[in-house]
């Protein structure tokens, strides 16, 4: 079946430029995570989803960063006025319920600021 | 959170069996150690989990002493497609429980 998808899958941005992430989850998928990688480290918690409910944003670096899912199912990442240190991979996994089960990740969106 | 420390990197060839240790001396008693995987340009991928003694499933094993304060993923006969890296988690099992990865372990698997 279909795993979680995410597009685009490479964006280069100039400095000061908003950007938009998606994340298509698991259909069926109550929990929603986004996450991001920098180069070379594991990755690193941004915020998480139960349904429509943003119920955890603690891992957001900045107010520029904000995510939303507003009908429960597709997410998106919105980062405003781009900086290079924003420049990593941001994945976003789903899991099937609300117990902390197996985490499913898509193959993440590399985002470069030059 | 429990904090976890692994090997850097390790280096196998194909066929042979490869043990990746990690500590995580302050684990909880409702804590589960999980591993998974991460190819190049993709996702991490879930392997396996336990709380203690042994767990098997398709692709590993997870050797869990009765401290817990240590586990052992076992991969046996790797091949070249095994090359990846291999980060040991430890989480609750509760709702929204995000996961926090370590830097992993970086697993080469030489012909």
């Known amino acids: 079946g279909a795993g979680v998808s995410q597009s685009p899958r490479y964006k280069v941005a100039k400095r000061g430029q908003d950007v938009a992430l998606r994340c298509d989850p698991i259909?069926?998928?109550?929990?929603l995570f986004w996450y991001q990688q920098a180069l070379g480290q594991g990755p690193e918690f941004l915020t998480y989803?139960?349904?429509?409910?943003?119920?955890?944003k603690s891992g957001l670096p900045s107010d520029r960063f904000f995510a939303e899912r507003p009908e429960g199912s597709v997410s998106t990442l919105k980062i405003q006025r781009t900086q290079q240190e924003d420049s990593a991979v941001y994945l976003c996994?789903?899991?099937f319920g609300t117990g902390g089960e197996e985490q499913y990740f898509g193959p993440g969106t590399r985002l470069t600021v030059t | 959170l429990a904090k976890t420390t692994q090997p850097i990197s390790m280096d196998s060839y194909e066929g042979q069996e490869v043990n990746i240790t990690c500590s995580h001396n302050?684990?909880?008693?409702?804590?589960?150690i999980t591993w998974y995987q991460q190819f190049p340009s993709q996702g991490p991928r879930f392997i396996i989990q336990?709380?203690?003694t042994k767990v098997t499933n398709e692709v590993a094993s997870l050797f869990i002493p009765a401290d817990r304060k240590s586990s052992t993923l076992s991969l046996p006969r790797v091949s070249l497609s095994d090359t990846a890296v291999y980060y040991c988690?430890?989480?609750?099992?509760?709702?929204?429980?995000?996961?926090?990865f370590g830097g992993g372990t970086r697993l080469m698997v030489k012909p």
């Open positions: 996994a789903s899991s």
């Open positions: 259909s069926g998928h109550v929990s």
């Open positions: 989803f139960q349904n429509e409910a943003q119920l955890d």
């Open positions: 302050n684990i909880a008693t409702n804590d589960y």
């Open positions: 336990g709380y203690k």
């Open positions: 988690l430890v989480a609750h099992n509760n709702a929204g429980n995000m996961l926090t």
